[in-house]
């Protein structure tokens, strides 16, 4: 690739989590090849992750420990207090690099509204980038997500109020725009590059043009492939359950799982489990190559996290969506509404049997599905709107790039 875009300067403000990092980073790799220098804002945890594109890494000087995503997440009101004081943190600490360094192009994770508010202060052409599906007004009021939210307001309405009025008054004070509830989830930009095809996003019409459904990236993060033995069932339920053993053991008794070749992601929690329940069929490791084993695996059993429930998609592997936030529950929704994969409530209620017979009704579904998936090249459209925005800060030749 022609090094055409030598010269410009990208910011990206990351949010460290692993599945958030996955979907986008060969897309900075890409703009780290056409030549553009990335400044991309991460924790320690994923430095080689960020090194490994090319792109300067920077710690986040705020420290993240104090707001551990991976808890965060298990509590919708939680997450919403912490991400606040989170993006306050960042901005005051972010403002006056911007100010006196601004780059040509700010790109923010969409969980980070401190990276559209910096872009919004000091006139930075910004992008959002989106690795969840996307949500606005009709998503919240016409999905899964409406009765929880208002429980929830409902429940904890005094301490909402207060948030709220904090925030309100520190973006008067800045001169910000004002907050939305939906601030959590999706932060807009010039333009909002959603990492999801167009045909999986509900109420995909009544987002405005400047929302682009790129597609996802799984075809450039595919690795030449690590061995893994052939197995029955995968099961990983992410960061958030890993840390839960006790959950995690009492699951693996249901009958889905007897006399089956297991393999379980468990992150920290591992060695533990292997220790006392690893056995010749079960083994329980820290982390996976997930993109290589799923071609060895029958069954996937994950939390509906959107990068899974993609990533198994696109091999065809029949799956079982047992979320646990609201916004996975959506994504089961999803799968199980277009009959590639099980939302589960309860494992213990099914058998091997009941799943493979779903799994061949639902075969030409899961086929046309796949097609889709794969037919999306997230990375080339979603660099080709980046360099769009990175034409209107100068560049001299429009007809040279397309990343």
């Known amino acids: 690739m022609q090094r055409t875009m030598r010269g410009k300067r990208v910011v990206f403000f990351s949010t460290p989590a692993y599945g958030h990092l996955q979907a986008v980073y060969p897309v900075l790799a890409r703009l780290v090849r056409a030549g553009v220098r990335v400044d991309w804002y991460c924790t320690e945890t994923y430095r080689e992750l960020v090194?490994?594109?090319?792109?300067?890494?920077h710690p986040y000087c705020v420290d993240f420990s104090r707001y551990p995503l991976d808890r965060l997440t298990a509590d919708f009101f939680s997450l919403y207090r912490g991400l606040l004081a989170l993006n306050r943190r960042c901005y005051l600490r972010y403002r006056r690099e911007i100010r006196e360094n601004p780059p040509d192009l700010l790109l923010y994770d969409s969980m980070c509204s401190f990276g559209k508010n910096l872009a919004k202060q000091f006139r930075v052409p910004s992008v959002c980038l989106c690795t969840t599906l996307a949500y606005n007004l009709p998503v919240l009021l016409g999905?899964?997500?409406?009765?929880?939210?208002?429980?929830?307001?409902?429940?904890?309405?005094p301490q909402f109020l207060e948030l709220y009025r904090r925030e309100r008054h520190f973006r008067r004070r800045e001169g910000l725009p004002r907050c939305h509830l939906l601030d959590l989830f999706v932060n807009a930009g010039d333009k909002t590059l959603v990492f999801t095809p167009p045909e999986f996003q509900p109420f995909v019409r009544s987002f405005p043009r400047s929302f682009v459904f790129v597609?996802?990236?799984?075809?450039?993060?595919?690795?030449?492939?690590?061995?893994?033995?052939?197995?029955?069932?995968?099961?990983?339920?992410g960061s958030i359950f890993a840390a839960r053993a006790g959950k995690l053991e009492t699951l693996l008794q249901s009958p889905l799982f007897r006399g089956k070749r297991?393999?379980?992601?468990?992150?920290?929690?591992a060695a533990d489990l292997q220790k006392r329940l690893g056995s010749e069929r079960l083994s329980f490791v820290r982390r996976t190559e997930q993109l290589s084993l799923l071609k060895k695996t029958r069954l996937f059993v994950n939390h509906g996290g959107l990068n899974s429930v993609y990533e198994s998609l696109y091999f065809g592997i029949f799956q079982l969506c047992r979320p646990q936030q609201e916004e996975q529950k959506?994504?089961?929704?999803?799968?199980?509404?277009?009959?590639?994969?099980?939302?589960?409530?309860?494992?213990?209620?099914?058998?091997?049997?009941?799943?493979?017979?779903?799994?061949?009704a639902w075969w030409p579904q899961?086929?046309?599905?796949?097609?889709?998936?794969?037919?999306?090249?997230?990375t080339t459209q979603a660099c080709r709107?980046?360099?769009?925005?990175?034409?209107s800060t100068g560049y001299p030749d429009r007809k040279a790039v397309y990343l």
């Open 51 to 57: 090194t490994a594109t090319g792109a300067h890494f």
């Open 215 to 237: 597609g996802t990236t799984i075809r450039d993060r595919l690795k030449p492939d690590i061995r893994y033995e052939d197995c029955d069932i995968y099961l990983s339920f």
């Open 385 to 391: 709107e980046i360099s769009k925005l990175l034409f």
């Open 366 to 378: 899961i086929q046309k599905y796949r097609r889709i998936l794969r037919a999306a090249d997230g």
């Open 143 to 157: 999905t899964n997500l409406l009765l929880p939210s208002l429980k929830l307001i409902g429940r904890h309405l």
């Open 262 to 269: 297991v393999i379980v992601s468990a992150g920290g929690a």
């Open 330 to 360: 959506l994504t089961a929704l999803v799968a199980e509404r277009k009959k590639f994969g099980l939302y589960v409530r309860n494992l213990g209620d099914l058998t091997a049997e009941e799943i493979e017979k779903r799994r061949r």
